[in-house]
């Protein structure tokens, strides 16, 4: 079964950088697109951006362009999402998730990683 | 503010049925499908409808999903209690040349 498991939660002081990881299992990691959500405290749903394993092309938000860098390790099977030049704003819920087969949606998500950005 | 339009909120008694709609453009629901997303407070979104109407295996035909011009809607048939949650639209958006989501409807039963 498919499995995205993500890495603990972090605090961070402002101006830092964090760097989450997301670990793929029960499937063939470069068959799907993944793509980074976060979520800030009782807040919606927000897009980040994607990437693509198979090729390491990414796609970034506008909001996030030159401050966020999406990776993946194919030997590893793990996705990572590095954030720079925190803020006080930047705290939040970030969340992984798998795009579905030849859809434009996302059917499996890790269990999301709590970034406390303090000031 | 969010690119797609949600109610803030919804409510409904137990059997009902409740529709929740999503609102967009031409740049994003009116030319791509529509993703819809339940989450429960402190857990991950779970996929409930994807390319405008399909279900995932596992979730209960009591939930179905409509599109039609830039609006779409999810509605929820035979409404249960463990169905209070957070409901998400998704789409992507061409001008944008990304996703973008509703701000979310928070579903009560009564």
């Known amino acids: 079964q498919v499995h995205l498991v993500q890495s603990g939660g972090e605090v961070k002081e402002a101006g830092a950088s964090v760097k989450v990881s997301c670990k793929a299992s029960g499937y063939t990691f470069t068959s799907n697109g993944i793509t980074w959500v976060r979520q800030a405290p009782g807040q919606g749903l927000e897009w980040m951006g994607w990437i693509s394993p198979s090729n390491g092309n990414a796609n970034y938000a506008q909001k996030f362009q030159g401050r966020v860098t999406m990776t993946t390790d194919k030997s590893t099977g793990i996705a990572y999402m590095e954030l720079r030049s925190l803020r006080s704003d930047d705290t939040a819920v970030y969340y992984c998730?798998?795009?579905?087969?030849?859809?434009?949606?996302?059917?499996?998500w890790g269990q999301g990683t709590l970034v406390t950005v303090s000031s | 503010q969010s690119v797609l339009t949600q109610p803030p909120s919804a409510s409904g008694t137990p059997g009902q049925r409740v529709t929740i709609s999503c609102s967009g453009s031409?740049?994003?629901?009116?030319?791509?499908?529509v993703s819809w997303y339940q989450q429960f407070p402190g857990t991950a979104p779970k996929l409930l409808i994807y390319s405008n109407n399909q279900r995932p295996s596992g979730v209960p035909d009591r939930f179905s999903g409509s599109k039609s011009g830039t609006s779409a809607a999810l509605a929820i048939s035979g409404l249960q209690s463990e169905d209070e949650a957070d409901y998400y639209c998704a789409s992507w958006d061409d001008s944008l040349h990304g996703w973008v989501f509703g701000g979310g409807t928070k579903l009560t039963v009564l």
């Open positions: 031409s740049s994003n629901i009116g030319s791509n499908t």
């Open positions: 998730a798998r795009h579905k087969d030849r859809t434009w949606s996302w059917d499996y």
